[in-house]
């Protein structure tokens, strides 16, 4: 136990990188170094001109950032040898309300808040250090909430930051050189860590006071394929979005309801805010469950077969060409397949039945259709609970079983714990999520709350 006593009240403290020392903010816009082996003060000096230092935030290269009331936020290089002097090497006086070095000490990310409007939103900037010549903004993100948290990936490729909405965001501000690599074009870079479709509903509902709480309940939203995609299915029309790019991918409208509006009081296992969609591989057919209807387009020609009542399927899966989908029905827990000649849908084989929880299907190369089943954690460490089976539909008879494969990937357990194939736990959720995709190509999980909330993160390798 280490006990430093000072003459002034602290307001703020932060460790230095070796955790060796420790930087001490007070009220009175004082910074004090202590040493923490001799217990003896290295640096004093006075930046808040009488103003509380709100943060403190020390960089392994001994350069401090601190925000100090009414000053705004400044940056020093603070040298511990005798006779050198702190040196003030950036001033802002932009309210920087959450501050972070990336692990080597070279950038600097800050959030702050913006009021347009009368609109309080939120902003992360990050800026590059240079002893010489000060800082330098090398790239900026804007999100509709003011920023709560921030922080680096250990390895500084990555920043991710939270906002009041309770959306946590993924960016790449950083090439593997330093320098500026911001994704999409230079009129997106605004828009770069902004949830896909949310521009468009902010501006529909921008005269509604609680917008977050009428975005969540607006659409219905599907993660397609390992997650790559994300589809948002309103009462009329269509959003389909590269999760990774933030560009949209497809956008249709029909003239018939693709969901029913319900306006009773329905509990929650009556009323599923998330059914199924599935995109074809070459784009030409989207196909969507939302609640009672079953609703294909063709995405050439922009036609709709609608059916309702009948395919009540839980998930979905198209062929690559888009000649067949496979569903999973919600009634009687059997995989049925549909063949599309042009755009009318017909069954074109017996159904097969059952007896564990289905994760997701898929058509292979041969249009076979594979199942991953639903783990759970102790079937992990047995292998003779298979994960994937194949149903060679056009060949078996309907009392047949899917055939098991001897192969294992990555998964979501129970909503909140991630394993990878090796059975090993690499991370665990707080809450539980209703949707995910792991793409093993690009190691990004993406997931979806119950409630429409995307979160993404990515694995690192070693």
């Not at 932060?14 to 009175?28: I, L, N, Q, Y």
């Not at 549909?338 to 007896?355: I, N, T």
């Not at 056009?394 to 059975?423: I, M, T, W």
Request: aromatic residues 8%; charged residues 30%.
């Amino acid at each position: 136990m280490c006990s430093l006593n000072g003459p002034r009240s602290v307001s703020s403290f932060c460790w230095s990188v070796d955790g060796k020392s420790v930087a001490v903010g007070c009220r009175d816009g004082h910074v004090t170094l202590w040493d923490l082996n001799s217990k003896e003060v290295k640096k004093e000096f006075d930046i808040g001109h009488g103003n509380r230092i709100i943060n403190l935030v020390w960089s392994g290269d001994g350069v401090i950032a601190t925000y100090a009331a009414k000053k705004g936020m400044s940056i020093w290089d603070v040298p511990f040898r005798e006779g050198k002097v702190p040196r003030e090497i950036f001033q802002s006086q932009n309210v920087w309300w959450h501050m972070k070095w990336s692990p080597d000490g070279r950038y600097l990310a800050v959030a702050t808040t913006d009021t347009h409007r009368r609109r309080i939103s939120g902003k992360v900037t990050v800026l590059e250090m240079h002893k010489a010549s000060g800082a330098q903004e090398v790239s900026v993100f804007n999100c509709w909430k003011p920023i709560v948290c921030l922080n680096w990936s250990h390895n500084g490729k990555r920043l991710v930051f939270g906002d009041m909405s309770r959306i946590v965001w993924m960016a790449q501000p950083l090439s593997a050189d330093g320098k500026q690599a911001i994704q999409g074009t230079e009129e997106e870079k605004q828009d770069v860590v902004r949830l896909p479709g949310q521009e468009e509903r902010q501006k529909t509902n921008e005269d509604i006071e609680d917008i977050e709480a009428i975005k969540r309940y607006e659409c219905d939203r599907h993660l397609l394929g390992d997650g790559e995609l994300l589809a948002d299915v309103f009462s009329d029309r269509v959003s389909v979005w590269n999760i990774q790019s933030r560009e949209p991918v497809l956008s249709l409208r029909s003239e018939t309801e693709l969901r029913r509006v319900v306006t009773e009081e329905l509990s929650k296992s009556q009323l599923s805010r998330h059914g199924n969609a599935a995109l074809s591989k070459d784009g030409s057919k989207f196909a969507a469950r939302t609640r009672r209807i079953l609703s294909v387009c063709n995405t050439h020609e922009k036609e709709w077969w609608h059916s309702e009542d009948r395919y009540l399927f839980k998930t979905l899966s198209l062929s690559d060409d888009g000649r067949f989908l496979c569903g999973l029905s919600n009634s009687t827990f059997s995989i049925e397949v549909l063949e599309f000649d042009g755009l009318e849908g017909e069954d074109v084989a017996s159904s097969l039945p059952l007896r564990r929880e289905v994760h997701k299907l898929c058509f292979d190369k041969q249009n076979d259709v594979l199942i991953e089943y639903v783990m759970r954690e102790s079937d992990l460490a047995d292998d003779s609970v298979e994960q994937f089976s194949v149903w060679r539909w056009r060949s078996q008879s309907a009392d047949e079983l899917a055939l098991p494969l001897n192969k294992r990937r990555a998964c979501l357990v129970g909503g909140r714990k991630f394993f990878d194939e090796k059975g090993r736990c690499l991370a665990t959720f707080e809450e539980e999520f209703e949707q995910w995709g792991f793409s093993e190509e690009s190691g990004a999980l993406t997931m979806l709350t119950d409630d429409g909330r995307l979160v993404r993160c990515f694995l690192e390798t070693t």
